[in-house]
């Protein structure tokens, strides 16, 4: 019987926002106003988190338009990725993976199986299958991704999309070995379309830092930390700040330290590691801000809700009170 993961990391999601939920409005006069408007409504309720009522609403808009214009039309598609987006918020990948690979065929259909487009729902549905234990399907399927986003040329930059979403799943699948050359790919993609120092390294600077952390090449990690660290600080927002501070210089000005508790049922499992968090630090030295870089599941998540307990003496810059990012490391061992 196959393990169902419970849920999925909202960061792993991070490729899936250029086709969202649609409140269809290019497709033509084709369909009823009543199934525009259930569509709409559907929408409506998902936007304000009432995932149940817009999964009906939704169904019940694709049934009028499979009437009213047949199985295989563009409204078909985007009724059905909108009801995929329904079911994955809801953690019902399977239906999730059933609508968002009906949308699929139709897109494949319109478009043909090779169109850079398609890459968008493939990484939908690749994650859908690995949230239903079906490792192997997804893996193809995120290589799928890439192969049709290479159509535009191998160091296109949409080809970044695809291969930051197979370099997660290699990790979350603990082989972070094989996710760290797929950075070091999309690396040189971004540099050559953003620079050196453009934004998007950031981030993916430090998932390769967490895979290398994850494949015990911590010095290799920390330079990619401190390198991601220099362009924030390159790029940071006016003239005062936000200022990046390495780990250490951030330990020291602390004035209070929250440790995370290590959760019995992580301590049952056996479960151990480091989590990294990213924190935002304002002006008054109150923690506003903490991201996952590094680390999953519950160890992640009692770690990110002590970093937001620390609090840390006031820096100035210039005499001008200003905001601190910077990383903090829990370790989880056994005794």
């Known amino acids: 019987m196959k393990k169902k993961v419970s849920a999925l990391p909202a960061a792993l999601f991070v490729c899936l926002s250029t086709m969202q939920v649609s409140a269809q409005s290019d497709a033509g006069a084709a369909g009823s106003d009543e199934a525009r408007k259930l569509n709409a409504q559907a929408v409506d309720f998902y936007k304000e988190g009432k995932n149940e009522e817009a999964v009906k609403l939704q169904k019940q808009a694709l049934a009028l338009w499979e009437k009213e214009v047949g199985e295989e039309h563009t409204l078909i598609l985007i009724g059905s990725n909108n009801l995929g987006d329904m ?8 239906e999730a993976a059933d609508a968002y690979q009906r949308a699929l065929n139709i897109e494949e259909k319109l478009l043909g199986a090779e169109n850079p487009d398609l890459a968008v729902l493939i990484i939908k549905l690749a994650w859908m299958r690995y949230g239903n ?90 330079e990619m930390e401190h390198r991601a660290a220099l362009i924030e600080g ?27 508790h290590y959760p019995p049922e992580a301590m049952r499992q056996r479960i151990t590691g480091s989590v990294s968090i990213k924190i935002e630090i304002d002006e008054a030295g109150d923690v506003t801000e903490a991201k996952i870089l590094c680390g999953g599941g519950i160890l992640a998540a009692v770690s990110r809700e002590a970093a937001l307990k620390w609090r840390f003496t006031p820096t100035a810059l210039n005499g001008q009170p200003v905001k601190v990012k910077g990383i903090l490391t829990f370790n989880f061992i056994l005794q």
């Open 234 to 260: 390159k790029n940071r927002e006016g003239p005062v700040g936000p200022i990046v501070a390495k780990e250490a210089i951030l330990q020291g000005k602390a004035i209070h330290k929250e440790q995370p």
């Open 133 to 222: 234990a079906q490792v192997k399907e997804a893996e193809a399927l995120f290589k799928r991704a890439v192969a049709v986003r290479e159509k535009n040329g191998a160091d296109d930059a949409g080809v970044a999309e695809p291969l930051l979403g197979l370099a997660a799943f290699y990790q979350k699948i603990k082989k972070p070995a094989e996710a760290v050359p797929i950075y070091w790919r999309v690396i040189a993609v971004q540099e050559k379309h953003f620079g050196s120092e453009g934004q998007p390294l950031i981030e993916t600077l430090e998932q390769c830092s967490c895979a290398l952390l994850e494949d015990k090449k911590e010095n290799e990690a920390r």
């Open 87 to 94: 079911y994955r918020a809801l953690g019902r990948f399977k």
